[in-house]
């Protein structure tokens, strides 16, 4: 693990509730083109039973539920069968239970969703079609990384956002080891756009990347000015 579990908890304990990221409307759009029953092809279609499927979709590392929350307003809209919200920390996990209750428009979804304090190694992703994640693969070590994107099956539609290295010199902190950077007691992995891409190349093919500042996502950090470089990519699992 980069940063302790007490740490993410810590975290959570005080920003209990924040706005879907820009990148959860970014997915939102590529899941409509390809889950919407209504979108996708009309009966007459041969392909149509082939290709349509309710999916079970897995926000990984999903903090306090900024994004499920998203996903929850359109579970009916995009055939979506069932929402995981995974997390390693209780009090990430307990916050997106809050969120998801009170904010979330259609009530009956959330009977549709699991809460599960796990970390991404143990989880069993089998069930698994839609695999989101933002932010979370600069949160978890090298050797996390491959025990996770290994552990998905063939066909998983996989999204994430995550900070790329533009250069050696725009990154804020310390080196720790190669690709790990540390600032204010919190580590992250940063790669180069390049090198992020063939890591996850072995594990998928890549359908559709965007690299950008995304300048909306500092309100992660609140109170500080930080508008990272970051990648946006869209792959079906090998
Ligand atoms: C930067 S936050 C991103 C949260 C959320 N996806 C968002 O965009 O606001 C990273 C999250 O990953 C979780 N996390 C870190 N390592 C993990 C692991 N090994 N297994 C599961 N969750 C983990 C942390 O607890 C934290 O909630």
Redesign the pocket.
């Known amino acids: 693990?980069?940063?302790t579990?007490e740490s993410?908890n810590t975290?959570?304990e005080s920003h209990p509730h924040?706005q879907p990221?820009t990148?959860s409307y970014w997915v939102l759009g590529n899941l409509y083109q390809t889950f919407s029953r209504k979108l996708a092809s009309d009966e007459t279609n041969p392909y149509y039973k082939d290709k349509f499927k309710l999916a079970n979709l897995v926000?990984?590392?999903?903090?306090?539920g900024?994004?499920s929350l998203l996903f929850t307003n359109h579970m009916h809209d995009l055939d979506i069968r069932s929402l995981t919200c995974?997390?390693?920390?209780s009090e990430?996990i307990e916050a997106t239970k809050v969120n998801l209750n009170a904010f979330s428009r259609e009530k009956h979804a959330v009977e549709h969703c699991s809460f599960v304090v796990?970390?991404?190694?143990k989880?069993d992703f089998s069930s698994t079609d839609v695999c989101y994640?933002?932010?979370?693969l600069?949160?978890?070590s090298e050797d996390?990384f491959h025990a996770?994107l290994g552990s998905l099956n063939h066909g998983t539609t996989f999204f994430a956002?995550t900070r790329v290295l533009e250069s050696s010199f725009d990154i804020l902190g310390n080196k720790v080891v190669p690709g790990v950077y540390e600032y204010e007691n919190h580590k992250r992995r940063i790669l180069t756009v390049d090198v992020l891409l063939a890591e996850l190349e072995k594990y998928m093919f890549i359908c559709q990347t965007e690299t950008g500042t995304y300048s909306s996502s500092s309100t992660?950090i609140e109170g500080r000015k930080d508008n990272p470089n970051l990648l946006r990519v869209y792959g079906i699992v090998k």
């Not at 995974?86 to 920390?89: E, K, T």
């Open positions: 693990m980069l940063n579990t993410w975290f959570y924040m990221s990148f926000d990984v590392g999903c903090g306090n900024r994004d995974l997390d390693s920390s990430a796990e970390d991404v190694c989880f994640c933002r932010f979370f600069h949160a978890i996390d996770f956002e992660i």
